[in-house]
């Protein structure tokens, strides 16, 4: 089915190239970043992960978000997501791959990464998230292909794959709950150290992921012959309308506690991020875009005449994208070390090598979505009537 | 005569973690030197390393004696950059040494007064519990350590420690500004590290392998007698036992329940 992806069109090939352009730029900077160290990017001594674990944090959403299409279908037989499993499925493939390269430009010692398997610590979680990431992952190959491949040859995929479509369902819960581990059983760092930590991750998650799968399936349609369908968008918009309320009430829930208990830890970081601390408010631009964002997306998605118009659900998945991606890639990571330990503010901006390095793990990530979803499309195409 | 079985690993380990291969291995091990480094040296047996801070003694000046002599022992460079700087031991005021302890009546002499900071070797620490690699773990005798050879950089156990007491090595230490440090290493019997590991105090467990007690107490007790004890915490009838008894002494932090054993008398 691989050489269903090296037949394409100009435009096609265009997108490939722009993609690889980005990629070889990334590994430049990646080049200056493993001689010199990671002095080269913003992070230091008081907040120590930035960027890129904010995206690694990002993208294991995107990819349980994709468990949303699946659900329904192998769940509630919801049939018309038949069609479009196979997105969900190979979008989170893209998205681990990104995890795992965001985490391995953070490495200080990425040759030792290995030590992981070789000397794992039972008691961290980073070691647990390693596993389901990739078992996740493997799952979503092996799923999205035979599926895809019975679907070329006219049969019904084997039952073990079915067996296996419905361990990934609470798998997908799993490698959120489990990133959102790595976080929230942090002593002393009271921004993360909350337990609906998780809850607020699969909310943003089951948000950004099928609004993410929207954009794709429009984009999908524009350029392929394959159509998604339009019931199968306005159910998935109906998702993000669910999913995005969740996000925002639980990001209440925190605000509540944090205010109405009055303790001075639980407030920091939330008072730095959007309205600064001790003069210092380089996140507050942001965080209040944001919080514009999230209104103006549950307004647009709430309101059922408006969500049901695929231009204004377009305009309300790009809002949603964009306030959590500033929320939990951003946001979240960064706000989590200011104060630092002894309640000093040490503030935190990616470096261009930083950015460029991201800009390439993201073109990675979607130069082999776009190559599986060119496969998963021409089969569609080929056996539509 | 000879070493006990404990003693060896104890040494063949330590050994491994500083990367003291051939001849230093051999001068470690060779076995007239051992029994005269363990000799009438209760040191080396200790069950929880602990110290205390008697701030009513501590100055400004000692504090500073203490870190020099902590980062020349230990290869520390000096960066210039607050956001790479690398620190074993070091000083900040009341208020952020003890953060929510202060409040609005504190006497002007005190809120500014320094306090010495340093890794708090935990009972629980939470960095160990982080770290995907053992990489960094609880000695037996309570000593916090890092080996620099495992750690793969990933920065967790900085995040999980609250007390910021881990340092990262954002660039190579052999390429810190030559301005700063003149003399690099400062300590040839002491590894430097690579870039991309995470380091820390470690109690001195070289030394005290040797004998010795930490270069900070000693710089310490060479200006001010009793200033900064090191001890074993689990001995009824140790020297810092014996300051927790007459005195009232508070700990960073200690409602996270990670259990910190540096003590600090008020």
């Known amino acids: 089915m691989l050489d269903k992806a090296i037949k394409g069109s100009g435009t096609y090939w265009s997108w490939i190239i722009f993609l690889v352009v980005l990629m070889v730029v990334g590994f430049g900077f990646y080049l200056l970043q493993w001689f010199q160290g990671l002095m080269v990017?913003?992070?230091?001594?008081?907040?120590?992960?930035?960027?890129?674990?904010?995206?690694?944090?990002?993208?294991?959403?995107?990819?349980?978000?994709?468990?949303?299409?699946?659900?329904?279908?192998?769940?509630?037989?919801?049939?018309?997501?038949?069609?479009?499993?196979?997105?969900?499925?190979?979008?989170?493939v893209g998205a681990i791959i990104m995890c795992g390269l965001f985490v391995m430009v953070d490495l200080g010692q990425l040759p030792r990464m290995l030590n992981l398997v070789l000397h794992p610590n039972l008691t961290s979680i980073l070691f647990y998230d390693f596993i389901v990431l990739n078992v996740y992952m493997l799952m979503n190959i092996i799923i999205g292909w035979n599926v895809l491949?019975?679907?070329?040859?006219?049969?019904?995929?084997?039952?073990?794959?079915?067996?296996?479509?419905?361990?990934?369902?609470?798998?997908?819960?799993?490698?959120?709950?489990?990133?959102?581990?790595?976080?929230?059983?942090?002593?002393?760092?009271?921004?993360?150290?909350?337990?609906?930590?998780?809850?607020?991750?699969?909310?943003?998650?089951?948000?950004?992921?099928?609004?993410?799968?929207?954009?794709?399936?429009?984009?999908?349609?524009?350029?392929?012959?394959?159509?998604?369908?339009?019931?199968?968008?306005?159910?998935?918009?109906?998702?993000?309308?669910?999913a995005m309320i969740l996000n925002v009430f639980f990001m209440l829930l925190e605000l509540f506690t944090a205010f109405y208990s009055q303790i001075p830890g639980h407030m920091h970081s939330i008072v730095y991020l959007f309205s600064g601390l001790e003069g210092h408010g380089k996140l507050v631009p942001l965080m209040w875009t944001a919080a514009f964002f999230a209104v103006v997306s549950l307004i647009l998605l709430i309101i059922p005449a408006a969500r049901r118009k695929e231009s204004v659900l377009l305009a309300a998945c790009i809002l949603v994208i964009i306030s959590t991606w500033i929320d939990k890639g951003f946001g979240l990571v960064v706000g989590g070390f200011i104060p630092n330990p002894f309640e000093r503010v040490v503030e935190y901006w990616p470096t261009v090598p930083e950015i460029c390095i991201s800009i390439g793990v993201w073109a990675t990530g979607f130069f082999v979505i776009t190559i599986l979803y060119k496969m998963a499309v021409s089969v569609k195409e080929e056996i539509a009537p | 005569m000879g070493i006990d079985r404990r003693s060896f690993i104890k040494i063949a380990g330590l050994s491994a973690i500083f990367g003291l291969g051939g001849k230093a291995?051999?001068?470690?091990?060779?076995?007239?030197?051992?029994?005269?480094?363990?000799?009438?040296?209760?040191?080396?047996?200790?069950?929880?390393?602990?110290?205390?801070?008697?701030?009513?003694?501590?100055?400004?000046?000692?504090?500073?004696?203490?870190k020099s002599a902590c980062h020349k022992e230990h290869n520390v460079p000096e960066w210039g950059d607050s956001r790479l700087e690398v620190k074993w031991i070091w000083t900040d005021t009341y208020e952020h040494t003890f953060p929510n302890q202060g409040h609005n009546y504190l006497d002007e002499q005190f809120a500014e007064k320094h306090f010495l900071v340093l890794c708090n070797h935990c009972d629980f620490p939470?960095?160990?519990?982080?770290?995907?690699?053992?990489?960094?773990?609880?000695?037996?005798?309570?000593?916090?350590?890092?080996?620099?050879?495992?750690?793969?950089?990933?920065?967790?156990?900085?995040?999980?420690?609250?007390?910021?007491?881990?340092?990262?090595?954002w660039g190579d230490p052999q390429k810190a500004p030559i301005e700063l440090n003149p003399q690099f290493p400062t300590n040839p019997d002491y590894p430097t590290?690579?870039?991309?590991?995470?380091?820390?105090?470690?109690?001195?467990?070289?030394?005290?392998?040797?004998?010795?007690?930490?270069?900070?107490?000693?710089?310490?007790?060479?200006?001010?007698?009793?200033?900064?004890?090191?001890?074993?915490?689990?001995?009824?009838?140790?020297?810092?036992r014996g300051l927790l008894r007459s005195n009232y002494a508070i700990r960073r932090k200690a409602e996270l329940g990670t259990g910190p054993n540096i003590y600090y008398i008020v």
């Open chain 1, 41 to 92: 990017t913003g992070m230091g001594r008081d907040v120590s992960w930035g960027f890129y674990i904010g995206q690694l944090t990002y993208f294991v959403g995107i990819a349980a978000g994709g468990v949303m299409v699946v659900l329904p279908y192998y769940l509630h037989d919801y049939k018309a997501f038949g069609r479009v499993t196979v997105l969900g499925e190979f979008l989170a």
């Open chain 1, 149 to 242: 491949s019975a679907e070329q040859k006219g049969v019904q995929y084997q039952k073990w794959v079915k067996v296996l479509c419905y361990i990934s369902i609470p798998w997908a819960f799993s490698i959120h709950t489990v990133t959102a581990f790595l976080y929230a059983g942090i002593p002393g760092r009271h921004y993360w150290l909350t337990a609906i930590m998780a809850a607020r991750f699969l909310a943003s998650a089951f948000a950004s992921g099928p609004a993410l799968l929207i954009i794709l399936c429009l984009i999908v349609r524009k350029f392929t012959r394959f159509d998604p369908a339009k019931e199968q968008i306005r159910t998935l918009g109906g998702i993000v309308a669910y």
């Open chain 2, 25 to 66: 291995a051999f001068e470690l091990l060779a076995p007239g030197d051992v029994d005269a480094s363990l000799k009438d040296i209760p040191l080396t047996q200790a069950n929880t390393w602990g110290m205390v801070v008697d701030t009513n003694k501590m100055t400004d000046e000692i504090m500073v004696a203490c």
């Open chain 2, 126 to 169: 939470p960095c160990c519990r982080v770290c995907p690699t053992k990489a960094t773990w609880k000695r037996e005798d309570g000593i916090v350590m890092m080996d620099q050879h495992r750690c793969i950089g990933c920065r967790f156990c900085m995040a999980a420690c609250p007390f910021g007491a881990r340092s990262f090595n």
């Open chain 2, 193 to 240: 590290r690579t870039k991309g590991v995470v380091e820390k105090c470690n109690f001195c467990a070289e030394r005290i392998a040797r004998g010795l007690i930490p270069a900070c107490v000693e710089a310490a007790n060479a200006v001010e007698e009793d200033s900064l004890v090191f001890g074993d915490l689990d001995d009824h009838g140790s020297k810092v």
